[in-house]
């Protein structure tokens, strides 16, 4: 089935012109809007509540965009499975990669954050020439389908970035050695919310639990952090930012490089709101009791942890 699904779907669907695939990104937006709904609920409710300020009318307005910039992505998604790499460049640069040239002279790793904003797919195809001779890692989620997975994780890496399950990170670090620059898109809501795993702030208004194990990673191996700001231009045409964080991580107060990243995000989302991934359940973890009220009084400090405490 999922070879059925890559090889006659998929790869033959990737080979359309790109107007044709945003016609029917269009057509699939307009249909779900108003038929399908798929997570149309979880979509004005994350709106609510990150802009209470907005109307009604306003909801429903950036709903509606949301929609349109997501299709849109899916269908510049299914382009890249036969996309060619300086076309991905072309269309998604880096526009101050002079800021990390000491560190590729250096052959020294570093961190790079992104979040679910623009088309984060396209920018995995792209990067890695535009980085050279640093090599690019990308961690991702596997699929449950073995044989899908392993489809997909082939088409990301054709590029050159390595594919790291997010449950072999830590092996990742315990055995690769080449100068690299390790990507988390990290914006997403933590499978386990206990208080010494995450970083808890308020984000869009609302208390909010920020995967904590890159910041662990940085100060455990001495990676400096770059934010990387990924913007719309116009349909189709990307254009990054690395924006610096720390250069010294085990000079930083624990907690100090998540908050800046949770910063960073937050202004994206407010400066350019339709090209983040509403759809997700961003906010279902269950805030411990306490948190909210510290974070009101500004008294939370981050968990204090050793090098040695677990960055998963």
Known sequence: MA???YYLILLPLSWLPLPVLYLLGDGFAWLNWHLIGYRKKVVLSNIRQSFPHYTE????TLGRE???RFFETIAESIKQFSMAEATSVRRCRI???ELVHH???QGRSFIAYGAHYSNWEMAGLSFPSQLRPLRVMGI???FKNATLDRLLSGNRSRTGVIMVSRRKVKEYYETWAEPTVEF????QSPSNARWELVHWTTFLGQTTAFLAGPERYAMRHDRPVYYMALRRQRRGYYVATLIPITDTPRETERGFITEAFARQVEREIINDPASWLWSHRRWKREVPGGVAELLEHEAYLPAQHTLEDNPE
Do not use: H, K, R
């Open 140 to 142: 991702y989620s596997p």
């Open 3 to 5: 070879y059925f699904v």
């Open 103 to 105: 560190l590729q002279e």
């Open 184 to 187: 988390y898109v990290a914006d």
């Open 95 to 97: 526009e101050n990669v």
């Open 57 to 60: 009318a306003e909801v429903l």
């Open 66 to 68: 949301y929609y349109n």
